[in-house]
C-alpha cells in the first residue's frame, strides 16, 4: 500500500513538471510579453523593467531559475500586482475558492446521490420524469447563466420581503457562502444524479441483491447496504476530478457574487500575460487535481473490496 | 407498461422512507459544514461582513464597487487608473486639483513656477498619519524613487523635464544628481531641463507624490504591499484592505484642510468585473455608484435607462483614431492612398450610428475639445480644418496612388483590432466603408489584448484602431504623439517639419507661441493624412442622487469623493 502511494506521488512528480514545462514553453510563445500595454515606454524606461523582472536574460536561463525557484516553492512577484508574491495570492485566494468548492461538491455529491437513488427507485414515475426533466437543465445550462439568475432571484427576494437574508454579492459570512455554492454546485449535482442513477439500476438487477431479497433481508438494509453502497462507486470515480475542477473553477460565479477566490487568477492572469502568476496558479492546479486523483484511487480500494491496491 | 408487484411496492416504500431520513441527515450535514466553514473563513477574511447600505445616513458613508483590486500603492511606480483613485484619496501631492480643476494649494501653501525651475513652500501643518510633519525631503526621496533604474517606475518619464531625470533613468548618473533639493525642511527647490509650463499641474500628479524614507526603508521592501505598509497624508486614510476583495477609506483627522472632507468613511467591499453584479448591487441598494471606471456598457446602460436610475455622462478624455503605417514596405505610407481614406470616413455616421454609445463625440483632431489653450480652449483658438466626405476626390487621390504605387491590383490592406465584440464591429465598419466607397479589399486581422499590442509594436499592420488617453493636463501630451521619437508612434510617421514644432512647443515658455505650435502640429497631422482621428471617448454612470459633490475628472483623481457629502431626497 505505502509503496503503491509513493509510486503514485513519484508519477505525479513527474506529471506537474511535464504541465509546468509545456505552460512554459506555450507562454513563451505566445506574441506579447507581461510588460507591454496600451502605453508604450521609452527605451530606457522598459529596459529597467526587464533587468528588475530577468527578461533581459535568455529565455533558457529564465526556465532554469524559474525550476530551481519553483523547487524552492517560490514562484515569485507578480507582474500585474507588483507587491504580492504569487505564494500570497494562492494563500489568500485559494482558502475562498476551497470553501466555495468544498461547500459546492458537498451540496452536489449529497444531492446527486440522493436524487439519482430517488429517481432509480421510483423509476419512470413522476419524481422521476421531473427529476430527470431538471437534470437535462442542469446539465446543459452553463453555470454563469444560473449565477445571474440566482443573483437577479435574491435582488427581487430582498426588494419583496425588505430584509436581507441572503446578501447579493461579497463574501465574508456564511450566508454570502449559500448561494454561490448552490449555483456552483448545480451542474456536477445534474450530472451525479444522471450517473448514480444509471449505476443504482444497474446494481437493483445484480444477483447479490436478488439473492438479498429471496434471503428475506429487511428492505431498508438491502436498499443501504446493498444497493447504495455499490452504486456510489461510479460517483466516487469523477468526485476527485471534479473537486479539483470545482474548487479552482468557479471563475464565474465568483466574478458575479464578487468573491476573492483564486478562480479569476486563471484567467484574468493569461490575459495580461502574468508569468509568474500563470506559472503559479498552472502548476498550484496541476499538482492539486494529481492529487486529488491518487487520493480517489486510494478511497477507491477502501470502498470496493474487488480493487487491490498494488505496486 | 410494466406493474409493481406488491413485494416491489414495499421494497420501494421503504426504499422512499430511507431516502427520505438520508435527505434529512444530508442537509444537516451541510448546514454543520456551512456553520464550520463561517467559523473558520473569520480567519481567512471577506469584506462584506459588516458592509451596510450603498448610502449610510447614520454612518455618513458610502460603499462601492471596484473593477478590481489596486495593483500598485506605492506611489511612486503606480500607472493604473484604480492605485490613482485610491492614492487620490490617501495621499496629497504638493498641490492638487480642486472640483472646478483648478491647482490650489495642497502640501505646498505657496509656490512659484519659472522656466528654469520652481520653488514650493510646504505648509506648517501637513502631518503624515503617524504625526510627523511631511517635510521637503519626504518629495525629494520620492522623487529620486521614481527615476532610479532599480524602481523601474513606467511614469518615470513624466520627471523628464526635471534636471538630470533621462540620464539617472538610462543609469548614467546617481539618482541623488536629479535637480531637485530640499533647501530646508519647508522648502522644495526644482531645477528643470528644460521649461515646464506645466509643472504646476504636474506637482498634483500621483508619480509626485511624497515618500518618507524611514518608514519606506522600514518596510524591507514591502512597501505599499498592505494597509499597515503605507503612511498617508490625505483627506482619508486607509482603513482597510484585503486584497482582492475589499478596502476602505476613512476620514483622516490629520490631514489639515480636514473640514473640507464630509464623508466619514468610502467602503468598497465589493471588487469585481462582472457589469451585471454591480448592477444588482445597486439594485439591491448596496452601493452608491455604477459604471464608475470603467464606464456602462452598452448592455448596461440599457438597463439603467429601464429603471428610470440618474445616468451621468463624462468625458474621459482620450481621444481614438486608425493609426496608419508609415514603414517602408508598406502602402500607407503613400500620401494620396491615405489622403483617400481620410476623405471617405464619415465620422459623424461612425459615431452616432455605429458606436452608438452616448458621450461618444466624433474627434476633428488629435487634440481633443477640451483641452486648455492659451486663453479659451485650444480647438477654440486653432479650430481643425475640416475634412467633408468626398468620394470622387478620394478616388482621384486612389488612382493617383496607384499610379505612383506601380500597382496593377491594391493588395488587400490589413487591419489590426482587438478580439472584443465592439472593436470587431468597429473594424467591420471600415472594411465595409472602404470597400464600397473605394474598392479597397480590408483584411481584418482580429488579435487578443496582448498580440494586438505586441504586433502594433511590431509594425504588423497597416491600419490598426488605437486611442490615446492624456498623461498630464497640457496639449503636449497629445501633441509629441507623432513625434517620430515617440515610442507610442507605432506607424512610424517621420516628419521633421512635425518634429521641429514639438520641439517648440516643449522648450517654450510663452502660452501663446506654444499654442500657435500645435496649432501647427495640427495642421500637418490633418493635412498629411498622419493619422485618421475617429471619436472622443465618453463614459456613461449611474450614481444614487442622495451622494453630491463627487468630482469627475479627465485627468487626474476620479472619481474624486474629497468633498462629497450626502443629503436626502
Known amino acids: 500500500m505505502l509503496r503503491y502511494i509513493l509510486k503514485r506521488l513519484l508519477h505525479g512528480l513527474i506529471t506537474v513538471w511535464f504541465i509546468a514545462t509545456a505552460t512554459f514553453i506555450a507562454m513563451h510563445a505566445v506574441p506579447g510579453d507581461p510588460l507591454s500595454g496600451e502605453k508604450a515606454m521609452t527605451p530606457e524606461i522598459r529596459r529597467n523593467l526587464e533587468a528588475k523582472y530577468g527578461l533581459d536574460k535568455p529565455v533558457v536561463d529564465q526556465y532554469r531559475i524559474f525550476l530551481v525557484n519553483m523547487a524552492k516553492g517560490d514562484f515569485g512577484i507578480s507582474y500585474t500586482q507588483q507587491n504580492r508574491e504569487v505564494n500570497d495570492i494562492i494563500r489568500e485566494g485559494f482558502p475562498v475558492s476551497a470553501t466555495l468548492g468544498i461547500l459546492a461538491i458537498v451540496f452536489a455529491a449529497l444531492g446527486g446521490v440522493l436524487l439519482g437513488a430517488l429517481t432509480a427507485t421510483y423509476r419512470n414515475r413522476l419524481p422521476d420524469v421531473v427529476i430527470m426533466f431538471l437534470v437535462i437543465l442542469g446539465i446543459s445550462v452553463p453555470s454563469f447563466v444560473f449565477a445571474a439568475l440566482g443573483q437577479l432571484a435574491l435582488v427581487k427576494i430582498n426588494a419583496w420581503s425588505g430584509f436581507t437574508l441572503f446578501p447579493v454579492a461579497g463574501w465574508g459570512t456564511v450566508m454570502h457562502m449559500v448561494v454561490p455554492s448552490l449555483v456552483l454546485g448545480l451542474g456536477t449535482m445534474a450530472y451525479l444524479t444522471r450517473l448514480m442513477r444509471s449505476s443504482m439500476l444497474e446494481v437493483t438487477n445484480t444477483d447479490y441483491v436478488r439473492t438479498a431479497r429471496s434471503k428475506g433481508l429487511p428492505p431498508a438494509r438491502i436498499f443501504l447496504k446493498h444497493q447504495l453502497r455499490n452504486a456510489i462507486l461510479p460517483v466516487v470515480t469523477v468526485l476527485g476530478p471534479a473537486i479539483a475542477a470545482i474548487t479552482t473553477g468557479g471563475f464565474v460565479v465568483e466574478l458575479v457574487f464578487a468573491i476573492p477566490g483564486l478562480g479569476r487568477y486563471f484567467v484574468q492572469a493569461v490575459q495580461q500575460l502574468d508569468y509568474t502568476v500563470i506559472m503559479g496558479t498552472t502548476v498550484f492546479y496541476g499538482a492539486f487535481l494529481v492529487l486529488m486523483v491518487i487520493i480517489v484511487d486510494i478511497v477507491y480500494g477502501l470502498i470496493d473490496p474487488r480493487v487491490r491496491l498494488k505496486a | ?569
Request: contains cysteine.
Open chain 2, 1 to 569: 407498461m410494466h406493474l409493481p408487484t406488491a413485494a416491489e411496492q414495499g421494497s420501494t416504500r421503504s426504499a422512499g422512507r430511507s431516502l427520505l431520513w438520508l435527505s434529512v441527515g444530508a442537509a444537516g450535514l451541510f448546514v454543520l459544514l456551512l456553520w464550520v466553514l463561517g467559523f473558520l473563513s473569520g480567519m481567512t477574511g471577506g469584506g462584506a461582513r459588516n458592509s451596510g447600505p450603498g448610502v449610510d445616513f447614520r454612518h455618513n458613508s458610502i460603499a462601492l464597487a471596484a473593477s478590481q483590486e489596486p495593483p500598485q500603492l506605492d506611489s511612486t511606480r503606480t500607472s493604473d487608473q484604480v492605485s490613482n483613485f485610491v492614492l487620490g484619496h490617501i495621499m496629497e501631492g504638493l498641490l492638487r486639483q480642486d472640483e472646478h480643476d483648478e491647482v490650489v494649494a495642497g502640501v505646498a501653501e505657496s509656490w512659484e513656477v519659472r522656466a528654469d525651475g520652481a520653488t514650493f513652500h510646504l505648509r506648517e501643518n501637513a502631518r503624515w498619519s503617524d504625526g510627523k510633519p511631511v517635510t521637503a525631503h519626504d518629495f525629494v526621496f520620492a522623487w529620486r524613487l521614481v527615476v532610479d533604474p532599480a524602481t523601474a517606475a513606467t511614469y518615470a518619464s513624466l520627471l523628464f523635464p526635471i534636471r538630470n531625470a533621462e540620464a539617472i533613468i538610462a543609469g548614467k548618473m546617481p539618482p541623488e544628481s536629479l535637480g531637485v533639493v530640499a533647501t530646508n525642511d519647508r522648502q522644495l527647490d526644482v531645477l528643470f531641463e528644460r521649461p515646464v509650463p506645466y509643472f504646476a499641474k504636474l506637482a498634483a500628479f500621483t508619480t509626485l507624490f511624497p515618500v518618507r524614507e524611514d518608514f519606506f526603508r522600514s518596510r524591507n521592501g514591502s512597501y505599499a504591499a498592505n494597509a499597515e505598509d503605507l503612511l498617508f497624508n490625505g483627506p482619508f486614510r486607509l482603513a482597510r484592505w484585503e486584497h482582492d476583495a475589499s478596502f476602505r477609506f476613512e476620514k483622516n483627522e490629520l490631514y489639515w484642510d480636514k473640514q473640507r472632507v464630509k464623508l466619514a468613511a468610502v467602503d468598497v467591499p465589493y471588487i469585481t468585473t462582472d457589469s451585471n453584479a454591480t448592477l444588482n448591487l445597486y439594485r439591491d441598494g448596496k452601493i452608491a455608484m455604477v459604471g464608475q471606471s470603467p464606464g456602462l456598457g452598452s448592455e448596461s446602460l440599457k438597463q439603467a435607462l429601464i429603471s428610470g436610475w440618474p445616468i451621468y455622462q463624462m468625458r474621459d478624455g482620450s481621444v481614438w483614431y486608425l493609426q496608419l503605417n508609415f514603414r517602408p514596405e508598406r502602402l500607407t505610407r503613400n500620401r494620396n492612398l491615405r489622403k483617400a481614406l481620410q476623405l471617405v470616413v464619415d465620422r459623424g455616421e461612425y459615431v452616432y450610428k455605429v458606436l452608438k454609445t452616448p458621450g461618444y463625440v466624433p474627434a476633428a483632431s488629435v487634440f481633443p475639445v477640451w483641452l486648455q489653450g492659451a486663453e479659451k480652449k485650444f480647438r477654440q483658438e486653432y479650430p481643425a480644418p475640416e475634412i467633408t466626405v468626398d468620394v470622387t476626390e478620394a478616388r482621384r487621390y486612389l488612382a493617383l496612388a496607384k499610379q505612383e504605387l506601380g500597382l496593377a491590383e491594391w493588395p488587400p490592406l490589413v487591419f489590426l483590432c482587438d478580439d472584443t465584440p465592439s472593436s470587431s464591429k468597429q473594424a467591420e465598419y471600415f472594411q465595409t466603408v472602404f470597400k464600397e466607397k473605394l474598392g479597397l479589399e480590408v483584411r481584418i486581422d482580429r488579435q487578443i489584448f496582448k498580440q494586438r499590442i505586441a504586433k502594433m509594436q511590431a509594425g504588423e499592420f497597416d491600419i490598426v484602431s488605437a486611442g490615446w488617453g492624456p498623461d498630464y493636463d497640457d496639449p503636449l501630451t497629445f501633441g509629441d504623439l507623432f513625434a517620430s521619437w515617440n515610442p507610442n508612434n507605432h506607424g512610424e510617421y517621420k516628419n521633421p517639419e512635425l518634429d521641429r514644432w514639438v520641439r517648440t512647443a516643449q522648450e517654450t515658455v510663452d502660452p501663446h507661441a506654444r499654442m500657435a505650435a500645435f496649432g501647427e502640429i495640427q495642421r500637418i497631422m490633418i493635412e498629411d493624412a498622419a493619422v485618421i482621428t475617429t471619436y472622443e471617448r465618453g463614459q456613461s454612470y449611474v450614481q444614487d442622487p442622495r451622494l453630491k459633490g463627487v468630482v469627475r475628472r479627465t485627468i487626474g483623481i476620479d472619481p474624486d469623493f474629497s468633498n462629497a457629502y450626502l443629503e436626502p431626497n
